[in-house]
């Protein structure tokens, strides 16, 4: 696969269990920290950071994966 797809696929990947993530503890959250729909508010916030977070570690899984780019020594 092309280095454009790949880097779809992982931004794809990581926006689906983000949002999953915080949609399933939304409940759970502060009232704060809940999403109002159709409004940018602190929950829009959180939820790209559970996005974010996914995302780091969907890399880090993905370069752990396809071997260390640093010489040997």
Known sequence: MSKSVTNFMHALAAVLAGNAAYFLLEKRLPVQAQHIGFRTDLGTL??????LVA????????????GSKLPKS
């Open 55 to 66: 995302f780091v570690i969907i890399k880090a899984l993905a370069s752990g994966r396809g």
């Open 46 to 51: 959180v939820d790209f950071c559970f996005c």
